[in-house]
């Protein structure tokens, strides 16, 4: 107990309960496995590892495309240690780091490099057949040379 967790141990021995915890957990510790073992008793082995995978999502992100806490701290991590090998860049869009492959530089369209998720921005743009202004929302329509007007002109 002194070597795991000093702090723990201190407050307890300044309470005057650091021997305390071997009677908690001697009467404790059967009524807990009961429960706990009641638990995997009950679950199916598929559920069981549902439970973990679930947990483990919590730590390091979703299947819907969020990061967790701990998978953003490991991108963030290698992302610094990479930059000074130049195996990252910034992105001159949303100014964040990426690994170097993960966008490109198109030179017809500026001189600056770009990330994967910006160019896919970039490339839904579309110039409106009535307004000739460019943008993201609106719909196809064949009257027009462009094939596509904007929300503004429907």
Request: proline share 5%; charged share 20%.
């Amino acid at each position: 107990l002194l070597v795991a967790s000093p702090p723990a141990a201190i407050k307890a021995a300044s309470r005057g309960r650091l021997l305390s915890w071997p009677v908690v957990c001697a009467v404790g510790f059967p009524m807990w496995a009961r429960e706990t073992g009641q638990w995997w008793v009950q679950s199916t082995a598929r559920h069981i590892s549902w439970w973990y995978v679930h947990e483990l999502r919590k730590v390091f992100g979703t299947t819907r495309g969020d990061r967790g806490p701990m998978a953003n701290f490991l991108a963030a991590v290698a992302a610094q240690a990479s930059r000074p090998i130049g195996c990252s860049r910034v992105c001159k869009g949303c100014q964040r780091m990426f690994h170097r492959w993960a966008g490109h530089v198109d030179v017809s369209v500026d001189e600056g490099w770009y990330c994967e998720p910006c160019w896919q921005v970039y490339h839904s743009h579309r110039m409106c057949g009535l307004c000739k202004r460019w943008g993201t929302r609106g719909s196809n329509d064949a009257a027009f040379e462009s094939g596509w007007i904007c929300t503004c002109c429907e």
